[in-house]
């Protein structure tokens, strides 16, 4: 068997974008559950609330039920999918094992963390926008700030990419791993006003949604959209960095020590 | 020294100095010391627990280093992670398999893990000496623990890497494989590749390499060339067949350790390697004893690795 000297020609970032590259993979080789699983949900939320129930709802003046909940449900599919991607594809390594393959190449931790992030970011992004051009079928949208929109949306898929990097290095099995979509996003993202506006809450819960940090996400967006929104785009879109970065942050601490991954 | 002279600095391929490792309260790896030279195959042997799969584990990156350092040709392993990550493979003892991609699509895949480009030539090379070819198109779940343990050393090899680490590869593959892998393991180091073998099977350390250190309770108990070890610790058997038995073994032969069996009809001795057979001949014939037939074994790494390793044994 004839070996060529080795190619010393050590390529720096070459390992981030294969890390990159194959998370794009994973998620496309299993995109009935990664894509077209959230696309159907988001569908279905849409034909309740847009061709159905929606007709008889008002709750925001000027604008349709539709066109209030859509803003809504593409930020959910966004947040769910981001978390989603990060967080079962790091966790599966984890508890498989796979992630010693990782471990031993010279994939840096700032590689790491941004080879995950975009990928579910990308996943995040691309179910966002599916929902909103299956939206255009009940609701058009006014587009009042679109770029500051799309900055919203990647903001949430950023942040959510963290959050589920943190939660799959601390979930210790799958069960731990569902509880933070099902006890935890799930709740804020229903109870941030993905469905209503806060402002039509009573005192007491209308003050305690403002302490959810999902409220801030989901009405920026929409703010962004609309042009309306329960608080002003400057302190939404400031809680949301803060909490991105505060995220990243964490995260990057966790994975540059290699918590729960090296032992 | 003449200025602007060129010195050829040879790095060992592996430098271990005062390594440890601690888990909790448990000291896995006692200050650990030995090198590699490049281009040999070095076998790392010890029981269970003996802490083989930390050290390994250490050199590859996957467990964080207690204290000590280690350095791959002359790179240290966490200052220089990526250069000396770059420059190993390593086969894990544990198959590690991802069931998203075919064995095509991984081995495109992993090279660039190690910031080298996919090199077509050479990754057909490893389908076709390591038998991969009808199975390029199968996910990993599909296929038999052999082929997956033949995957891993493909993937661990196809960024070329200078140091590779076999660690139990061939644990629970068929004898047959077994030899293969052997042969693949001798060609690669022809090649250039310098192997670290941890191995369970005695008899394939023995076979494969030059030198050996045996790790014991994380401790080195023996680290010389493989030959030199046998020779120097193991111990020839001598089994005499007499033509009547003994109540009892002869006085004059304690130093030989003595037994009897088959009724006293057999009387076995043993002889530490080094030593002649002149003294014990003359002591023979001087008892007097009829010897009908006799047989010679001689042991090997596995009694001494049983010597060395048994509770309280050590060099």
């Not at chain 1, 599919?77 to 967080?87: E, L, Q, W």
């Not at chain 2, 190690?114 to 599909?142: C, N, S, T």
């Not at chain 2, 590869?169 to 590749?193: K, Q, S």
């Not at chain 2, 120097?232 to 009892?248: F, N, Q």
Request: aromatic share 10%; net charge positive.
């Amino acid at each position: 068997m004839s070996r060529s000297d080795r190619r010393d020609e050590f390529r720096s970032w070459l390992p981030f974008y294969t890390l990159l590259r194959k998370e794009i993979l994973r998620f496309f080789r299993v995109a009935s559950q990664t894509l077209l699983t959230p696309i159907i949900t988001a569908s279905l939320y849409l034909f309740i609330f847009g061709a159905t129930l929606g007709e008889r709802i008002s709750v925001l003046e000027g604008f349709s039920y539709a066109q209030f909940v859509i803003p809504g449900l593409i930020l959910m599919g966004v947040i769910n999918n981001s978390f989603a991607n990060c967080s079962s594809s790091l966790f599966m390594s984890r508890y498989l094992g796979g992630i010693v393959d990782l471990l031993v190449t010279p994939v840096t931790p700032p590689q790491f963390i941004l080879a995950y992030t975009l990928a579910a970011m990308l996943r995040g992004m691309l179910v966002g926008i599916v929902t909103w051009l299956i939206s255009t079928l009940f609701a058009g949208l006014p587009w009042h700030a679109p770029l500051l929109a799309i900055l919203m949306a990647l903001l949430a898929s950023f942040l959510f990419a963290q959050f589920g990097l943190i939660a799959a290095i601390f979930a210790k099995n799958f069960d731990t791993l569902s509880m933070f979509t099902n006890f935890l996003i799930l709740p804020l993202i229903y109870l941030g006003g993905v469905f209503y506006p806060i402002s039509i809450l009573p005192s007491p819960w209308k003050h305690l949604s403002h302490l959810n940090p999902l409220f801030y996400l989901i009405d920026g967006f929409r703010h962004a959209i609309l042009g309306v929104g329960d608080v002003s785009f400057a302190v939404a879109f400031g809680v949301t960095v803060a909490m991105a970065l505060g995220l990243f942050v964490f995260a990057g601490a966790l994975i540059g020590k290699g918590y729960k991954l090296r032992s | 020294m003449a200025a602007g002279a060129i010195v050829a600095v040879m790095h060992p391929a592996l430098n271990i100095t005062r390594l440890n490792k601690h888990f909790g309260p448990a000291h896995v790896v006692k200050d650990l010391n030995f090198s590699i030279r490049e281009g040999e195959i070095f076998g790392l042997l010890g029981p269970n627990g003996a802490g083989k799969s930390t050290t390994i584990n250490m050199i590859a990156g996957v467990t964080r280093i207690g204290s000590g350092s280690i350095s791959v040709f002359g790179h240290d392993n966490v200052s220089s992670y990526r250069t000396t990550r770059s420059l190993v493979g390593v086969v894990h003892q544990e198959v590690v398999i991802d069931n998203f991609f075919t064995i095509d699509q991984a081995l495109k895949l992993h090279s660039g893990y190690y910031g080298v480009a996919d090199d077509p030539a050479w990754r057909q090379q490893l389908i076709e000496r390591l038998g991969l070819g009808p199975h390029l198109h199968k996910v990993m779940l599909k296929l038999s623990g052999g082929m997956k343990r033949r995957f891993m050393i493909a993937k661990a090899l196809i960024h070329r890497p200078r140091l590779l680490i076999l660690d139990e590869p061939t644990a629970g593959v068929d004898v047959e494989l077994r030899h293969g892998l052997w042969d693949f393991a001798r060609e690669i180091n022809r090649n250039g590749t310098t192997i670290l073998l941890t191995t369970h099977y005695l008899e394939e350390a023995e076979e494969m390499c030059e030198r050996v250190a045996i790790m014991n309770h994380g401790e080195l108990v023996a680290l010389e060339s493989t030959r030199e070890l046998v020779r120097r610790l193991s111990r020839r058997t001598l089994r005499l067949w007499l033509d009547k038995s003994l109540d009892a073994v002869p006085a004059g032969l304690e130093e030989y350790h003595p037994r009897l069996n088959g009724n006293g009809r057999q009387l076995i001795l043993c002889l530490p390697t080094e030593q002649g057979v002149g003294d014990l001949l003359r002591r023979l014939s001087h008892l007097q004893l009829g010897i009908n037939d006799f047989e010679t074994d001689q042991s090997g790494l596995e009694e001494v690795f049983l010597q060395l390793t048994r509770e309280g044994g050590g060099a």
